[in-house]
């Protein structure tokens, strides 16, 4: 516990890097009122997720509009070893952009430009865009991103880039780190660095990767350029039912295993249990030329007709597809009217896991998580992959929320004793990874910009974690 002496030594370098920024930067672009604070200490992180825990209150909100200002930022909180939090849409479900302990908020935001490349098929973007920005930009050029979140309203660039987010097409075009070709970046130092956005190269290691899905730990993105593609000719969807789970994914294996890829691939289950495997859905989408595209949507039929699948009318996908964004669009607009997320008041808590895995190993993954999940008396929900055969989800709910971390753990052990990864999307590196190559490679961890980044999906790994909550030394 901080002793009186320490609290007054603290509150004095907050007011003297308060002051420092005050004359470094734009004034009216430093808030400090209650309401801003608040809004900007929490991004979308249930508090069930992670019991016990509360936000801070930040020292101030820093909104830059440049790079250097970005820079400036850094440095003066390396100097008086304030962290610094990054935040975008702030719709990151596990607590990256939350404050956990008082530090400098750093809304990128500001950083808003778009200049399309329609000759390259790329766009340099700043780390604030929306990704729907960005495609209402890039769509006059017969041009898209091809990363498609559910919150793509609201989730920006650098977000995504820091969560290395996945969307709804992820099937074909891969996840938001598929789509950076460079990126621009505040190290920890307060150094500005930019790699150089081509297709390939091989001078060295790709550096503009470090900075995929690792929230801030090597530095702050402030701008990227990042692929585009072609708006499809065709986008052809297709829903089918299966009677089972399994049924279900060998059909899925069997177009991926003849080289099918389709864009939107939502596999589900509802309410399956132990002893209860209901019918499954599946929902594709084929996309690009209208001849390719109606050829792949061909052969995927005649594949779930020979799997046993029976075709589902085409409004049931045509209703997923218009939908898809409904719940991020909530978010937002909570969001934006500085609202808490509705969805944190459903009566019973729910949980959910998202985990990558070996295919071959999802089955037997799904079958074990059911059992354990029945000897919690926990209530499934649904299972399901995402974009891939091996991206598995689950969900689960019941009366008691404290039995979800055990839980989790177990299941998250058990992934990892599969050969799999903690969560695919909403969620940040591995944690022990994470605090492992925060403190071997950043100079100094007192401004690490997200050294204090909460990775608080990973609650077999909290305990790590702490380290990086606590205050850095004094300068
Ligand atoms: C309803 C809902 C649906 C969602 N659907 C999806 C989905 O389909 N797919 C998916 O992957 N996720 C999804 N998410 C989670 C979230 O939208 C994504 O993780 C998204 O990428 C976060 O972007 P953001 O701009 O809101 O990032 P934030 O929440 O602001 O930040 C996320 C993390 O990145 C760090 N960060 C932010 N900006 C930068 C930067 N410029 N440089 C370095 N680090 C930075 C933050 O410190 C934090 O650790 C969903 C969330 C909600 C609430």
């Avoid at 075009?173 to 081509?198: F, H, K």
């Avoid at 060998?250 to 939502?266: D, H, K, M, Y």
């Avoid at 209208?290 to 005649?302: G, H, I, L």
Wanted: proline share 7%.
């Amino acid at each position: 516990m901080a002793t009186k002496a320490q609290g007054i030594e603290v509150a004095m370098l907050e007011n003297a890097l308060l002051q420092a920024l005050q004359e470094a930067i734009t004034p009216s672009r430093i808030s400090t009122d209650q309401t801003t604070l608040s809004i900007l200490a929490r991004d979308a992180l249930h508090p069930g997720r992670m019991p016990g825990w509360t936000v801070t209150q930040p020292l101030c909100v820093v909104r830059p509009e440049h790079t250097s200002e970005v820079a400036t930022v850094i440095r003066l909180a390396n100097t008086y070893g304030i962290p610094v939090i990054p935040v975008g849409g702030g719709s990151g479900l596990m607590g990256g952009a939350a404050s956990i302990v008082p530090g400098v908020v750093l809304d990128l935001r500001g950083l808003q430009e778009i200049h399309i490349r329609p000759a390259d098929r790329m766009a340099d973007v700043g780390a604030g865009a929306t990704i729907q920005a960005l495609n209402q930009a890039a769509a006059p050029y017969g041009l898209m991103c091809a990363h498609d979140p559910w919150t793509v309203a609201v989730a920006t660039v650098g977000g995504t880039i820091g969560t290395n987010s996945l969307g709804y097409l992820g099937g074909k075009y891969g996840s938001m780190g598929d789509q950076v070709l460079g990126v621009e970046a505040v190290l920890p130092t307060g150094e500005i660095m930019t790699t150089r956005a081509v297709e390939k190269s091989s001078t060295g290691p790709g550096l503009h990767r470090l900075f995929i899905g690792a929230e801030g730990c090597f530095g702050i993105v402030t701008g990227a350029t990042l692929r585009l593609f072609p708006l499809p000719q065709a986008r052809l969807l297709q829903a089918w039912e299966f009677a089972d789970f399994a049924t279900g994914f060998t059909a899925i294996n069997a177009l991926l295993q003849v080289g099918l890829r389709p864009g939107l691939l939502e596999y589900s289950d509802e309410n399956p249990a132990v002893d209860h495997e209901p019918p499954a859905t599946l929902i594709m989408s084929f996309e690009g030329p209208r001849r390719v595209a109606q050829a792949e949507a061909e052969e995927a039929a005649s594949l779930c007709t020979a799997h046993q699948g029976q075709q589902l009318p085409l409004q049931h996908a045509e209703a997923f597809w218009t939908q898809r964004h409904d719940s991020g669009d909530a978010y937002a607009a909570a969001r934006a009217a500085g609202q808490t997320w509705n969805r944190h008041l459903r009566r019973h808590p729910l949980d959910y896991l998202h985990v990558a895995l070996p295919p071959s190993a999802v089955l037997d993954y799904r079958r074990q998580s059911l059992t354990i999940l029945a000897q919690h008396h926990l209530h499934v929900l649904h299972t399901g992959l995402w974009c891939h055969a091996g991206l598995f989800n689950i969900a689960f709910s019941g009366t008691e929320a404290a039995m979800f971390t055990t839980v989790q753990s177990v299941l998250v052990q058990l992934c990892q004793d599969m050969h799999g990864a903690m969560e695919f999307c909403h969620h940040g590196p591995h944690l022990i990874v994470c605090g492992e190559t925060v403190g071997r490679c950043t100079p100094t961890r007192r401004s690490s910009p997200s050294s204090r980044s909460v990775r608080a999906g990973c609650p077999g790994h909290r305990a790590v974690g702490k380290r990086f909550y606590q205050r850095p030394p004094r300068p």
